[in-house]
């Protein structure tokens, strides 16, 4: 059943499953109402073999006038020019579903009558609905991206399995590098560019899939696609809905034909996993090299490290014991950010250990804290300060000074 996003207020009866032919007489009904409210419209292409639809779906992009600049057509407009009855809207760049009234006798020109009126039968009120779900795109390079990973059921979603087979990841928004525990690295959001490094043939995907073994073997003709050690579970790899039957078909058309096993008998799991991870570093450095990333992203990885690195080494606990501070967190965190200030940030001080080692590190961290104490001792023998007032009472010295003096004045000197 369709109308997912209506189930708050209609039952999952009132919108039935699509035959077919009346599937694309509305998608071509549709089309030519929604093109003329958006300059990019386009359907999906539908998975092959299927017997019936859910939801039509709609991707667009950049409204027409006199709508040119906004990022979604006012959502009442849509609703009219369909002749929906019931909308659930979402502004911005994102997924609308429009509910549209089957007329009575709609599904007879198409020889589906007696489904329709079964159909209502089962419906409350005998109504029943068409759900329309458009969705729309920030840019004409979303919608192509889209219109790709969403084509012929769940292919894409068959390519990101394959991709996460080799430490990728495959998604709407293009390409990306798996860089655990941190965000992922993109490579690419040009699917024309990510298909030649697959090497999948794009001429074959134009042409179409009559059906699902087509769009399988095409899928499996990708050149790191290995069947024996291909993995379609486990650590990195995410449950799938039992609905995406196509992709679950997919998965078991891969274990019949996996064929012999080419490990022996008394190599365990651990080993065939250890072969995957080669593999899967392998084609991560050819993509890397592929779509130029490489130099890129050996940097951000020396720079990650480096700061994972310093954070061993310059910490506040580590600065207490090489300051001999104790419990002394204020001037501790004071001597950490003029650090920090001097050598030019985390980059600086980064730089500096690196250059210059550990032992260098300490040294200049206790400068850095003998210069703050000779700074809290000028305040004090000062007859005035710019943040406070310092009078002498016999062997006393009343002061009254701003919180970083209090600080500072805490902070003692090392002689080195």
């Known amino acids: 059943m369709g109308g997912s996003a209506f189930s708050a207020t209609k039952a999952a009866s009132s919108f039935p499953r699509i035959p077919p032919p009346v599937y694309q007489n509305l998608k071509t009904r549709f089309l030519t109402k929604i093109s003329e409210l958006y300059n990019y419209v386009g359907v999906p292409v539908e998975a092959p073999e ?7 779906d709609f991707l667009v992009a950049f409204p027409k006038a006199p709508f040119t600049n906004l990022v979604n057509i006012p959502h009442h407009v849509v609703k009219s020019a369909i002749d929906a009855e019931f909308m659930v809207t979402m502004d911005g760049n994102r997924t609308s579903n429009y ?41 004409k390079n979303e919608w192509d991206r889209i219109m790709f990973y969403h084509s012929y ?3 894409g979603m068959i390519l990101g399995l394959i991709a996460r087979n080799m430490g990728l990841k495959l998604g709407t928004s293009g390409l990306h590098l798996l860089d655990h525990p941190n965000t992922h690295y993109l490579l690419s959001t040009e699917f024309d560019d990510i298909l030649k490094f697959l090497g999948l043939s794009k001429e074959v995907f134009d042409r179409g899939f009559n059906t699902k ?11 790191y696609y290995d069947p024996v050690r291909f993995k379609t579970s486990g650590q990195g790899i995410r449950k799938v809905k039992m609905d995406r039957r196509m992709y679950y078909e997919f998965v078991e058309w891969v274990r019949q034909g996996r064929g012999e096993s080419d490990l022996s008998e008394d190599e365990d799991e651990s080993a065939d996993q250890l072969l995957l991870d080669v593999k899967a570093n392998k084609a991560r450095e050819e993509a890397l090299l592929y779509f130029g990333k490489k130099e890129e992203y050996d940097a951000v990885v020396r720079e990650r490290d480096g700061r994972k690195r310093l954070k061993e080494v310059f910490t506040g606990s580590v600065v207490r014991d090489w300051t001999k501070l104790g419990g002394n967190w204020k001037a501790i965190k004071l001597i950490v950010d003029e650090v920090r200030q001097r050598l030019g940030g985390e980059e600086g001080v980064l730089a500096f ?7 260098k590190l300490r040294e200049y961290v206790l400068e850095v804290q003998a210069s703050l104490g000779d700074v809290a001792a000028a305040k004090r023998s000062s007859p005035t300060s710019g943040n406070g007032l310092v ?7 009343l002061v009254e000074a701003s919180q970083e003096e209090q600080t500072l004045k805490q902070i003692p000197t090392v002689t080195l």
Do not use: M
């Open 153 to 155: 059921g769940d292919l």
């Open 99 to 139: 509910a549209v009234p089957i007329r009575c006798t709609e599904w007879q020109p198409f020889g589906f009558q007696v489904d329709e009126d079964k159909r209502r039968s089962d419906a409350e009120d005998n109504e029943i609905f068409y759900q329309v779900d458009v969705h729309v795109c920030e840019s």
């Open 50 to 56: 299927k017997v019936d639809h859910g939801d039509i």
């Open 391 to 397: 009078a002498s009472v016999g062997s006393l010295t």
């Open 213 to 223: 073994r087509q769009v399988f073997e095409w899928a499996a003709s990708c050149k």
């Open 353 to 359: 250990w690196e250059k210059s080692g550990i032992d």
